[in-house]
């Protein structure tokens, strides 16, 4: 069993749908997770991270966390062509140094 | 803020030359730098974590003694790749954090794409 683990994908949504990524991890002392995008042949962008339960918002994203069942996910509303990539979700556990990165769900939004 | 630097952008050199590729924060001091190596269509994969003045700690397969890192200064890593040969060719991306509390993301370079011929 891998330490992140996400959808491959591709996930196809139309434009202005929401989409819904998500993410499990096996550390349940896991403390932080974030949700990167990247665009083909680019490094990844931090879109938001999120370290309590619940959600957290930021502008068309949202974050969910929930320890207990060990997922995070993103959602995106109002999708957008400007959204396709891949969006790699990263959990830091009670190792104080790397990070763990999921391989990455592909999104491929459709005007 | 939270900008990471990364130097140069594209290498293309001869088999056998040592390639130094350099990340800096330019508006934060970074306490642990990181170095992730991608093909294509293929997953991040890390190479090593380097605190400033301590030896970097690598990760299983990666050879310390031709990916030397040092990490001399709150703000600049450098990643060498020593006697690149064409299976070295990759995507070399760095990242840098500012310090371990929780919540504390990574921010990435722009990345290094290395050809060897």
């Known amino acids: 069993q891998k330490e992140v683990e996400q959808n491959s994908g591709p996930l196809s949504v139309p434009e202005g749908a929401i989409a819904s990524l998500n993410c499990t991890y096996s550390d349940r002392g896991s403390q932080s997770f974030f949700w990167y995008r990247q665009y083909s042949g680019k490094s990844p962008e931090l879109i938001m991270f999120?370290?309590?339960?619940g959600d957290k918002e930021d502008g068309r994203f949202t974050a969910q966390l929930n320890k207990a069942s060990q997922y995070v996910s993103l959602l995106i509303r109002d999708s957008q062509p400007s959204d396709s990539a891949t969006y790699l979700c990263?959990?830091?556990?009670?190792?104080?140094?790397?990070?763990?990165f999921g391989d990455g769900t592909t999104l491929t939004v459709k005007p | 803020g939270a900008v990471v630097s990364q130097h140069p952008s594209w290498v293309i050199c001869k088999s056998g030359t040592s390639v130094k590729i350099e990340c800096r924060s330019l508006d934060f001091q970074a306490t642990t730098m990181f170095w992730y190596r991608q093909f294509p269509k293929q997953s991040l994969m890390l190479m090593a974590t380097?605190?400033?003045?301590?030896?970097?700690?690598?990760e299983q397969g990666v050879e310390k003694d031709k990916f030397l890192i040092n990490h001399a200064s709150l703000t600049l890593s450098t990643l060498t790749v020593t006697s690149a040969h064409p299976e070295d060719s990759s995507f070399y991306i760095c990242?840098?954090?500012?310090?371990?509390?929780?919540?504390?993301?990574?921010?990435f370079g722009d990345g290094t794409r290395l050809s060897i011929l």
């Open positions: 990242s840098a954090r500012a310090n371990d509390r929780a919540g504390q993301p990574q921010h």
């Open positions: 999120i370290y309590s339960n």
């Open positions: 380097s605190n400033e003045g301590s030896k970097a700690t690598y």
């Open positions: 990263a959990v830091r556990g009670t190792n104080a140094g790397k990070s763990t």
